[in-house]
């Protein structure tokens, strides 16, 4: 189980550079995943989503891949900018049984 | 896309009093809405799940006499902290959903709510 105290995952790259998260969700019956954004004092904002019969999706620099064998799934930004800097979730759904939210990765954008 | 608003965006609160946190569906009809409670650095926690007319399910933990949850329209649910303590000081976020997908949930900006 997780650890009282324990932070967020952080991943930091250089601004310009690509950068991978990573997120291993549970539910082999999930078929539906997301991926959000979190702002510190905000609420979370949708990137990217993908059904479980596709195993890549694009949207404008961000790229999400999911890997049903590993229950793995990954959401890639290209040419990453200072506004990238978040905590992103990725969240796992099944239709009636709303969402699960992984634990997060810290992203920070170095200059 | 679909906007889902709350109020108020931050409050602070004495221990001992309720707090009433509203989240508003503004463009579409929320049949059902939840509750989310978000600790720093830790990811969103659901506490609630309320259906428009109908009592709120509580997840396991969640003292429903503690955080009362009214969905009475497709527009607004309240999330009502009542007695409020310190350790009830938290990041709370509702997110709505229109359809039979629970999973496609559209959510609000959060409120802070301090309790000293």
């Known amino acids: 189980g997780e650890s009282v105290g324990l932070h967020l995952p952080t991943l930091s790259v250089q601004e310009g550079d690509n950068s991978i998260i990573n997120c291993a969700y549970s539910n082999s019956a999930s078929d539906y995943f997301i991926w959000y954004k979190q702002e510190s004092g905000k609420g979370p904002q949708f990137i990217i989503d993908i059904r479980s019969n596709m195993d890549k999706r694009q949207g404008q620099r961000v790229t999400v891949l999911l890997n049903k064998t590993v229950k793995h799934l990954s959401l890639q930004i290209a040419a990453t900018q200072p506004g990238d800097s978040a905590v992103y979730f990725c969240?796992?759904?099944?239709?009636?049984?709303?969402?699960?939210f992984g634990k997060g990765t810290h992203l920070i954008i170095q200059p | 896309g679909a906007v889902v608003s709350q109020h108020p965006s931050r409050v602070i609160c004495k221990s001992g009093t309720s707090v009433k946190i509203e989240c508003r569906s503004l463009?579409?009809?929320?049949?059902?809405m939840f509750w989310y409670r978000q600790f720093p650095k830790k990811s969103l926690m659901l506490m609630a799940t309320s259906n428009e007319g109908s009592k709120a399910t509580y997840e396991q933990g969640v003292e429903k006499d503690k955080f009362l949850i009214n969905h009475a329209s497709l527009t607004l649910s309240t999330l009502t902290v009542t007695s409020a303590h310190p350790e009830d000081s938290s990041f709370y976020i509702c997110?709505?959903?229109?359809?039979?997908?629970?999973?496609?949930?559209?959510f609000g900006p959060g409120t802070r709510l301090t309790v000293t």
């Open positions: 997110s709505a959903a229109g359809g039979a997908r629970l999973d496609e949930q559209y």
């Open positions: 463009d579409f009809q929320a049949t059902t």
């Open positions: 969240a796992e759904g099944g239709g009636a049984d709303g969402l699960t």
